[in-house]
């Protein structure tokens, strides 16, 4: 059974902190995502990558960054938190090429 | 890059029911449709998926349907349970020209009236 675990369910933060997402698969995917949900607003990609120490931009990368030391483990990185960030995001795996992408529990983030 | 729209975005329908819930994409080159479903309070996960070489995947009760010339495909939900009720997502990528994330549509809630 595919396993992606978030480090945290629920944070809360003020703005201008900066804040760590981690996320964490087992199964030896390639390729991880990170993507923020808010209402009406569908999945939204912040940004992706294919490889250790690789990454992508996705269509929302703006205020954010990623690390990826590991193969298994997948960061997100608010440099200085803002209340337009607060969310719930949403981390997820795959195989390469691209097959079924596998979520976390997600991360219910405030900033206030 | 890519644009997914979905319709409807709320979709109430009575138990036995079929329920249809269509998107639209606009990259010619997305080549890989998922769809993914989510209960309230839970993970989004992959209930049937297609590729454009083939125009239509079935899956007991769910099925899909592509049409690469107009650029849409549908998700088709036959005999409708109260345990389909949920937030459905339609999305698209182009698959094999390098890593991509998927484009998601805004989502439709289907409703199952008993």
């Known amino acids: 059974d595919v396993k992606v675990t978030q480090s945290s369910r629920y944070l809360v933060k003020r703005t201008g902190e900066k804040v760590f997402l981690e996320c964490v698969q087992d199964?030896?995917?390639?390729?991880m995502f990170w993507y923020r949900q808010d209402p009406g607003l569908g999945l939204r990609l912040i940004y992706f990558s294919y490889d250790v120490k690789m990454k992508e931009k996705g269509d929302i990368p703006e205020g954010y960054s990623v690390s990826r030391e590991k193969k298994e483990r997948f960061s997100l990185i608010l440099e200085s938190a803002s209340t337009n960030q607060t969310s719930m995001y949403l981390c997820?795996?795959?195989?390469?090429?691209?097959?079924?992408?596998?979520f976390g529990p997600g991360t219910r983030l405030t900033v206030t | 890059g890519e644009n997914v729209e979905q319709h409807p975005s709320t979709l109430s329908v009575q138990e036995g029911d079929s329920a249809v819930i269509k998107c639209t994409y606009s990259?010619?080159?997305?080549?890989?449709f998922p769809w993914y479903k989510q209960e309230l309070g839970k993970r989004p996960q992959l209930i049937i998926d297609i590729r454009s070489n083939v125009g239509e995947k079935k899956d007991q009760r769910i099925a899909v349907t592509l049409n690469k010339t107009a650029k849409h495909f549908s998700l088709h939900i036959t005999e409708t349970q109260p345990e389909d009720s949920a937030v459905y997502f339609c999305?698209?990528?182009?698959?094999?020209?390098?890593?991509?994330?998927?484009?998601f549509g805004k989502g439709t809630h289907l409703i199952i009236q008993p």
């Open positions: 199964m030896d995917h390639e390729n």
């Open positions: 999305a698209a990528m182009e698959s094999g020209g390098g890593a991509d994330g998927l484009t």
């Open positions: 990259d010619s080159a997305s080549n890989y």
């Open positions: 997820a795996s795959s195989l390469y090429p691209p097959y079924e992408q596998y």
